[in-house]
């Protein structure tokens, strides 16, 4: 179903003005605006690193690993989904992966930014794409799982984004998170990703289970590169001011990519044993909507 976020009224998906109240989203770029006064506002996220993520990323271990663990999560716990929104869906690089892995279902994806979403077009076509706030979605009940991968800790207030996502699951829906873990690894490529907070798996735990959803699985990642990423953000921390290239990280040589993507297989082979990792450069969860 659909929520109107004018009146607050409910009414079949398919449809785009409200019954209630005559309320029809804007459109922008061809893609319906649920906030359009946040389509173009660069506040959470450098809307210019869309062109790189779309150019670097498919070829990109890190983006590459995630993606494997996404698909092996929903192919596990939720084989047979329907219905999938990925909230902050940027360039449609997730998107693109669970398309192919789950023709049968219907994908949507959103993102506060509208730059992002002609990126997302290109590579999913068949996705519904929007403009949209996660402080404010506009359906309830809708989904059979959401996912929001690296997005959460762009949002100040998180607890309101989870309890809008609990809303918007169907009866026992899923939710998928990645967020960016341990705050003592923040660096200058926190500040410049606008960054909000780096994650202790406590507090998103207690988080999570006070929006009203069961943990199922938690666990960090990129556990293993864990001693590289510290003596990366070192590295930084001693280069002078105005020097950050906040896409190095992604134009690495290829040899170094393959043997990193290759250890992050090692580390998703454990994952899907049964071992939940306790440190690590990122925090996967998978919970369940409680009623």
Known sequence: ????????????????????????????????????????????FKTSYFSALAQLEAGNFWF???????????????????????????TGFVLTAIARAFPQAQLHGS??????????????????LMQMDAQHISFYAEFAAIGAFDVLEHIADDRRVLAQIHAALKPQG????TVPQ???????????????????????????????????????????????????RWLQYRKPHGTLDASAELKIPRWLNT???????VELA???IGLNLPIGGSRFILAQKRE
């Open 1 to 44: 179903m659909k929520r109107c976020l004018n009146c607050n009224g409910y009414f079949d998906a398919p449809a785009l003005s409200c019954p209630h109240c005559g309320t029809t989203p804007a459109a922008i770029a061809g893609f319906t605006a649920y906030s359009p006064e946040s389509a173009q506002n660069g506040n959470g």
């Open 64 to 90: 590459c690993a995630r993606n494997r663990l996404i698909l092996w999560a929903l192919k596990t716990y939720c084989p047979n989904i329907r219905s999938f929104l990925e909230i902050g869906c940027g």
């Open 111 to 128: 993102d506060l930014f509208s730059d992002g979403l002609s990126f997302a077009a290109q590579r999913v076509p068949t996705a519904n």
């Open 174 to 177: 899923y939710l998928i998170l």
């Open 182 to 232: 341990h705050p003592w690894l923040w660096s200058r490529l926190d500040d410049y990703a606008c960054h909000i907070r780096r994650y202790e798996a406590n507090d998103l735990h207690q988080k999570i289970t006070a929006a009203g959803f069961t943990l199922i699985r938690s666990t960090s990642f990129v556990s293993t590169l864990l001693p590289a990423m510290m003596l990366s």
């Open 259 to 265: 043997v990193l993507a290759a250890i992050l297989r």
């Open 270 to 272: 454990a994952i899907k």
